[in-house]
């Protein structure tokens, strides 16, 4: 695990607007979830969360398996009982090689104040 640190007065996340004290320090923290095996012709999903007391910032995937053709069905933020994380919905197609399964990571980049 790694971590980033920003200094920062004012910070944008996600359409909202979260003030710290200047010189306050925001860690930016990545969060992952899978991989998730998904084979040809099935959907998967996965969620990656932040902790509690951390903000959702943005988010994506990575597929670890080359794939012919694959449907993104949701790419985005989720939020649920009062925690904040990046969700990905996905549909495999048609995979590189007969038989194979997919997998797909997903991750978050979560922020706090420190």
């Known amino acids: 695990m790694f971590k980033h640190v920003f200094k920062l007065s004012t910070l944008l996340v996600v359409g909202m607007s979260c003030c710290t004290s200047t010189g306050a320090a925001i860690v930016a923290t990545p969060r992952y979830a899978g991989p998730v095996g998904v084979g040809e012709g099935n959907s998967g999903s996965a969620t990656a969360w932040c902790d509690s007391g ?47 399964a997919v997998d797909a990571v997903v991750h978050v980049i979560c922020l706090k104040q420190q």
């Open 54 to 100: 951390e903000v959702a910032s943005g988010g994506g995937h990575s597929l670890m398996t080359p794939v012919k053709s694959l449907q993104i069905q949701y790419n985005g933020p989720k939020y649920q009982d009062g925690r904040q994380g990046w969700s990905l919905i996905f549909r495999i197609d048609a995979v590189a090689s007969p038989g194979q």
